[in-house]
């Protein structure tokens, strides 16, 4: 049977030390998986990129944005209820993915993340030598 070392959410890692009065959202979140590493697809509307922090610390990614709610200028806010959320979602890496080249893409509310397996851990084909 073929053992798979997928990401998994970790229970002690999904909700950060941090406190906020909004709570927390938990995006949506899509994992794709080739022969060369995984893709990950997180839906996080209103989101933009100086909003948006990932973290890789030991075998832990930490994702965390904070959405932004638009307020036309020329408008007076007279009753606010509407709460930008607070988006995170954490995953533990197995060994096989490396760290050091994860790339990142935001595009209308989709963080995209591709991280590659090692090359050591990458499936080859062995050639074999007639003797």
Sequence with gaps: MNERKDLTVPAEAAVSDKRDTRGVTLPAVDIFEDKEG???????PGVSKDRLRINVEG???????EASVATPADFRLVLGEMRAPLFRRAFKLGQEFDRSQI??????????????????AQPRQIPVVAG
């Design 38 to 44: 995984i893709s990950l697809i997180a839906d996080l």
């Design 59 to 65: 075998d832990v990614l930490l994702i965390e944005g």
């Design 103 to 120: 790339n990142a893409t935001l595009k209308q509310g989709l963080l995209t993340l591709r991280i590659p397996r090692a090359r050591e």
